[in-house]
């Protein structure tokens, strides 16, 4: 009788210990797959202004070449944030925090930006989870102390032409981009759209963490990868 109730006790052991590894490895499947929101598409120049830019209908008339030249600023309309990939729980998911509080300035003479920066508030990212958010401002990037990360044109982006309303032109950035309290330099890609009352600019820049002093998360899990971007779409408006 007690040879059988051991036999028993051991077989309800070994199936509550398949379930219970069952359910670790499902849980966050269905959970990523099925119950969480998708993460947000990369910031695009195909994202619709946050005001009425597109310049087709305002009648302004603005041509290739017309009133680029000057100083501008980062207006409403903005973003910027990062966007990493996490290993959650055995599941390989894409994070994604951003911000509307990006400031800057710009400098345009002729078809060239020769002085430009800009400024993101990291402490206003924000995600779609509010424990990674607190992780993110706490243990990763400290913003108490390194509160901004910045970006400064070393070099002029030649964009070869100033576009027409509506129209989009490419070029390759390279400045100095600070996050953490550390500098490196970088270099990327960007595009560029001309609005009836401005133009829009957006990139996303190849981010190590290692090179920032910033040790990727590795607990409860979570893993995030050692490398990530930190995209932006700034919208300039007349200084």
């Known amino acids: 009788?007690?040879?059988?109730?051991?036999r028993h006790w051991k077989r309800w052991l070994i199936a509550g210990v398949a379930t219970v590894a069952v359910l670790c490895t499902a849980g966050p499947y269905i959970y990523i797959n099925y119950v969480q929101d998708k993460p947000p598409a990369a910031l695009s120049?195909?994202?619709p202004p946050g005001s009425d830019s597109s310049g087709s209908s305002s009648g302004s008339g603005k041509q290739a070449g017309e009133d680029v030249e000057g100083?501008?600023?980062?207006?409403?309309?903005?973003?910027?944030?990062?966007?990493?990939?996490?290993?959650?729980?055995?599941?390989?998911?894409?994070?994604?925090?951003?911000t509307e509080?990006?400031?800057?300035?710009?400098?345009?003479?002729?078809?060239?930006?020769?002085?430009?920066s800009f400024t993101v508030d990291l402490a206003s990212v924000k995600s779609d989870s509010d424990q990674r958010d607190g992780q993110f401002r706490?243990?990763?990037?400290?913003?108490?102390?390194?509160?901004?990360?910045?970006?400064?044109?070393?070099?002029?982006v030649d964009f070869g032409s100033a576009p027409a309303v509506g129209e989009q032109v490419s070029a390759k950035a390279t400045g100095k981009l600070t996050v953490h309290?550390?500098?490196?330099?970088?270099?990327?890609e960007l595009d560029a759209q001309r609005t009836a009352d401005g133009f829009r600019v957006n990139g996303?820049?190849?981010?190590?963490?290692?090179?920032?002093?910033?040790?990727?998360p590795n607990f409860g899990g979570i893993?995030?990868?050692?490398?990530?971007?930190?995209?932006?779409?700034?919208?300039?408006?007349?200084?």
């Open 71 to 98: 100083a501008w600023r980062v207006g409403s309309g903005s973003q910027a944030g990062y966007r990493v990939d996490e290993v959650l729980f055995g599941q390989n998911v894409t994070a994604v925090g951003r």
């Open 45 to 47: 120049l195909d994202d």
């Open 101 to 116: 509080k990006v400031t800057g300035e710009l400098e345009i003479e002729g078809n060239r930006a020769v002085s430009g």
């Open 204 to 216: 996303s820049i190849p981010v190590t963490f290692a090179d920032y002093g910033v040790d990727a």
């Open 138 to 156: 706490g243990r990763v990037m400290n913003t108490e102390r390194y509160p901004e990360a910045t970006f400064e044109l070393t070099e002029p």
């Open 181 to 188: 309290g550390e500098t490196n330099s970088v270099s990327f």
């Open 223 to 239: 893993a995030v990868e050692d490398e990530g971007n930190i995209e932006f779409l700034l919208a300039f408006d007349r200084a």
């Open 1 to 6: 009788m007690a040879g059988s109730i051991r």
